[in-house]
Each structure stands twice: as structure tokens, then as C-alpha cells.
């Protein structure tokens, strides 16, 4: 009956390095979606998952940015060779199906990655 | 293009005494309206949510808002806050249909005096 977990919970790389984060959403839940959350900044929508499709990912701030979601569970969102602006909290979110159109669900979000980019 | 926006970034009160948070939109429709809550070292919680109806909706920990459409407003209330209620609040707009994108706020945060 856990709520959504996020891992690592911190993560410190240095430039140009890779970074996955990873998210498990509620057991249940087929609507996923990640945001960033820099400071300042407001919640940044980046990408939702629909199952294991995404049919929005206008958010992704730059081809540098991916994310993946297998089995209907768990997403991976994947930063390839990264910047110093990258660095930010993100955040991942489930809610129940969307049973169409106007289907706004409550989310439920996850602690979080913080990212830090050296 | 939709956005939300929060005037406030920082709000201060003291224990016991009112608050309202203020929330514009800007949509060509009548959106899904939410208010969400952060509180330090914790996850996003929902306050409460709009979808249509009665304008003023009740939420959890005792907060309420009210929607106005002449001024495309959905500001969040609480008659007496507690020290408890310091965190950053945050209001969400249910994008056009079918995209099921929630855009949000930038977002205030409360402090609260003893």
C-alpha cells in the first residue's frame, strides 16, 4: 500500500555524464508523469505516460532527456550527457486511469530526485 | 497559451489569523482548477480540486476555495492557520482536453509566526 517512490533520492554527477532516475508509481495507477522542479521555478511538466505509451512529450526540455515505462509499472527517466542546468528536483506522479477526455484525476507525487550536476 | 500564475511568492501570517493565496488562469475555457501542498521534505499533497459546480469547494485540513470566472480566479482560504500549515502551496490547471497536461503555478510559500 506504499505511495509513490522515487529512487536514488539524491543523485550528484559530474557534466556529461549519464543519469537514470527511476519511479514506481502506485500499484494500480496507469497514468504516470514526471515534472521538474527547479527553484523558482514552478513544477515543470515534462512527460506522462498513458500505460506504456507516451502521448505527450512536448515537455522534454532537449533530446538529451528520455523516459521509458515498462510493464505499466515502473518509468525511467534517462538525462544523457548532462548539464549544469539540468540540475533540479524531480518529481514523478500516478493517478488512476484516464478514462477520457477531461478525466483529470488526482495525482499522487513521489518525494523526488534531487539532481545535482557538478 | 495556458498558464497559471501565483502573485505571491512568499506569504507570511500569523498563527490564528486568516489567509488567502491567489491563483489567475488564463484559459479559454473553464478549466480543472487544484491546489496542491508541499510540505518541507514531503511530497506534493492535494488540497482540493474544481471540475464544475458549486463555485466554493471544500478541501482537506480545513482549506477552501473559491472559483470566479469574472476574474479568472481560484484563490485557496483558511479561516485560522496553524503552524503546521507552513509549506508551499501550489495551483494546477487542468490543460485542453485530451492532453492531460497540468500546468502549475510557480507557486507560494507560507511561513507562519507563532
Known amino acids: 500500500g506504499a505511495g509513490v517512490s522515487q529512487s536514488p533520492s539524491n543523485k550528484v554527477t559530474e557534466k556529461g555524464k549519464d543519469v537514470e532516475l527511476r519511479c514506481d508509481p502506485i500499484s494500480g495507477h496507469t497514468a504516470l508523469y514526471w515534472y521538474r522542479q527547479s527553484l523558482g521555478q514552478g513544477l515543470e511538466f515534462l512527460i506522462y505516460f498513458q500505460g506504456n505509451s507516451a502521448p505527450d512529450k512536448s515537455g522534454l526540455p532537449s533530446d538529451r532527456f528520455s523516459a521509458e515505462r515498462t510493464g505499466g509499472s515502473v518509468s525511467t527517466l534517462t538525462i544523457q550527457r548532462t548539464q549544469q542546468e539540468d540540475s533540479a528536483v524531480y518529481l514523478c506522479a500516478s493517478s488512476l486511469g484516464l478514462a477520457g477526455p477531461n478525466s483529470y484525476n488526482e495525482q499522487f507525487f513521489g518525494p523526488g530526485t534531487r539532481l545535482t550536476v557538478l | 497559451a495556458q498558464s497559471v500564475t501565483q502573485p505571491d511568492i512568499h506569504i507570511t501570517v500569523s498563527e490564528g489569523a486568516s489567509l488567502e493565496l491567489r491563483c489567475n488562469y488564463s484559459?479559454?475555457?473553464?478549466?480543472?482548477l487544484f491546489w496542491y501542498v508541499q510540505s518541507p521534505g514531503q511530497g506534493l499533497q492535494l488540497l482540493l480540486k474544481y471540475f464544475s459546480g458549486d463555485t466554493l469547494v471544500q478541501g482537506i485540513k480545513g482549506f477552501e476555495a473559491e472559483f470566479k470566472r469574472s476574474q479568472s480566479s481560484f484563490n485557496l482560504r483558511k479561516p485560522s492557520v496553524h503552524w503546521s500549515d507552513a509549506a508551499e502551496y501550489f495551483c494546477?490547471?487542468?490543460?485542453?482536453?485530451?492532453?492531460?497536461?497540468?500546468?502549475f503555478g510557480t507557486g507560494t510559500r507560507l511561513k507562519v509566526l507563532a
Open positions: 494546477a490547471v487542468g490543460a485542453p482536453s485530451g492532453t492531460y497536461k497540468y500546468i
Open positions: 484559459y479559454g475555457a473553464t478549466p480543472y
